[in-house]
């Protein structure tokens, strides 16, 4: 069976994913575990790795199903029909997930380069590097053209 991504409503990715699950739909909302910082403390949470996107596993036929869903906005499409994603690209996510990149150095690098992505779940993948702060670093990537940010790593 095909996966499909659909577009939810803002912060409703993982509720979204829970209720596809109980309506019998295979679902995968991919999360992080992020440091976030408020004025009086630091905690860890878990956050969705692509906003606003899960991913669905269906038979073209029922694809109408989702719709059932509250949360849900409507399919990604690309070139005039839903997007698929491959099964091995749904696998190297999950297994991308599972390492987590535990830090970078930033040096000899500027606004404009082509960066490869060593670990993690973009692993193997390449981004232009759109912006560098002190402790991150904002990439575009080229696949996908999606804008992420590697955070170095913070200790609670």
């Known amino acids: ?16 994913a829970e209720r596809l699950k109980l309506a019998g739909i295979t679902a ?3 999360m992080i575990n992020m440091v976030k910082q408020w004025s009086d403390r630091k905690k860890k949470v878990q956050v969705p790795l692509l906003n606003s996107y899960v991913f669905v596993q ?16 409507r399919y990604l499409f690309w070139l005039g029909k839903p997007a698929v994603v491959r099964e091995d690209e749904i696998d190297a996510l999950k297994n991308g997930l599972k390492d987590t990149m535990a830090s970078f150095e930033v040096k000899d690098i500027k606004v404009g380069d082509l960066l490869p992505i060593p670990s993690g779940p973009f692993q193997g993948k390449e981004g232009i590097i759109k912006q560098i702060n002190k402790n ?21």
């Open 1 to 16: 069976m095909p996966w499909y991504v659909i577009y939810t409503k803002p912060r409703n990715e993982k509720k979204v």
């Open 28 to 30: 995968f909302c991919p």
């Open 136 to 156: 991150s670093l904002q990439l575009v990537l080229t696949e996908l053209g999606v804008l992420i940010t590697l955070h170095k790593e913070d200790k609670l």
């Open 58 to 73: 269906l038979e073209e036929k029922n694809r109408e199903a989702v719709f059932q869903i509250s949360g849900v906005v």
